[in-house]
């Protein structure tokens, strides 16, 4: 199910998208919930395979802890971030000279994530949301 919101107005640092439990993310929908923070830790095995996918696409590792890792994208000019959380996979663009291709970028990596991992997707910015 695809679900469109309005655009969020504020101004931006950065063009971010999020990957949730896509049960999660529907009840949050409906519910007006916008506290993300409470949604439920992913798979052990589901973020693995998702660390182990963004390798495969040509991420490299630019951070590793206990509770995230964070990678980035192999053109530097973009900074194109995304941090696996246990509860959330998160997108982020800085607004930088080249962000048009580093957010159209972002989407496709985002979609096909959720798509491969059966996740729900939020983008914010566009108001696309699919679970």
Known sequence: MV???PQNKT???SYDIGLYDKTFLRK???EDLGDYTVAPPLSL???A???D???SLGYTIE???VNCTEFIHPNDS???QISVFQTEIAFSVPYWDDSENAIAQAKLHARLLAQEFNLGLTDQQDGETIY
Request: aromatic fraction near 4%; charge should be positive; glycine fraction near 0%.
């Open 3 to 5: 679900a469109v919101r």
């Open 11 to 13: 101004t931006r640092m």
């Open 28 to 30: 949050a929908i409906d």
């Open 78 to 80: 973009w900074a194109l």
């Open 49 to 51: 395979s998702i660390k």
């Open 53 to 55: 996918r963004l390798l």
């Open 45 to 47: 095995a589901v973020l």
């Open 63 to 65: 951070s590793d802890s």
